[in-house]
């Protein structure tokens, strides 16, 4: 299981601070929550505040763009440190396009879908995108309810990924907390994001080492 904390419930007045003490906790992924108030109907940060970031973390930036159109910023985000790109397919007029653009680009590229987004949109990228990441609930803000459904979402996920031998990563992203973590990776999840049940439970090195106990993992870096 990677665990991928959302910073959309990190303390935005200290972020460096914030990605440190994840690093420090032995987290390697980092997930940033694009928002331009229009795709959804919240604004967060764009690619300056990840470049200023970039300097001083070793961290994979897993760059969540909830934006509309969003060819417009692909080059930015990657000159800004995303070492993955997921673009929404409800805001992309060419996803095959736009996916391929990111690997040019040198970034991992990923599709998410909302979630009453159907999954057969995938079904001729699937080959390209390195994840897919399902909403498990409705964008635009943390601390929201899993949505039962999207459980099963996943597990028809992962056999379409199975049947073309893809070996794109599924994601899960919303609602996530340690008491779904199991069914969640039973269900298919390679890799879970959390916002509001990772960041209000300092220290981040416990709060990690319960959501792998919830895996059934065992944290083996020192
Ligand atoms: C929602 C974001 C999520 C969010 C998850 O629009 O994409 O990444 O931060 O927050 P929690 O874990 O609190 O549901
Ligand atoms: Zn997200």
């Known amino acids: 299981m990677i665990l991928s904390p959302s910073l959309l419930s990190s303390d935005f007045s200290n972020l460096a601070r914030e990605l440190r003490d994840l690093e420090d906790a032995g987290l390697s992924w980092v ?15 764009g690619p300056p505040i990840i470049a200023g970031c970039r300097k001083n973390s070793g961290l994979f930036f897993d760059v969540h763009l909830m934006i509309e159109a969003p060819d ?21 007029r060419h996803l095959e396009r736009t996916l391929s ?26 080959p390209q995108v390195e994840m897919v990441l399902i ?14 459904f999207s459980l099963e979402k996943i597990r028809r996920l992962k056999s379409m990924i199975n049947q073309c031998n893809s070996r794109a990563l599924i994601q899960v992203d919303g609602g996530v907390t340690p008491d779904n973590t199991r069914d969640l990776l039973e269900w298919g999840a390679d890799v879970l994001v959390s916002g509001s049940a990772f960041f209000a439970h ?21």
């Open 31 to 45: 997930h940033w929550d694009v928002m331009d108030g229009s795709f959804v109907p919240n604004i967060t940060f």
């Open 72 to 92: 417009r910023y692909l080059e930015d985000f990657v000159h800004a440190g995303a070492d993955l790109l997921c673009v929404h397919a409800e805001a992309c």
């Open 101 to 126: 653009e990111i690997s040019r680009l040198g970034a991992k590229p990923a599709v998410a879908l909302n979630p009453h987004t159907p999954l057969q949109v995938l079904e001729y990228v699937l």
């Open 135 to 148: 909403m498990s609930v409705n964008p635009g803000f943390g601390g929201q309810t899993f949505i039962p």
């Open 202 to 222: 300092p220290p981040y090195r416990q709060r990690l080492e319960t959501f792998m106990q919830a895996a059934g993992e065992q944290l083996k870096i020192p």
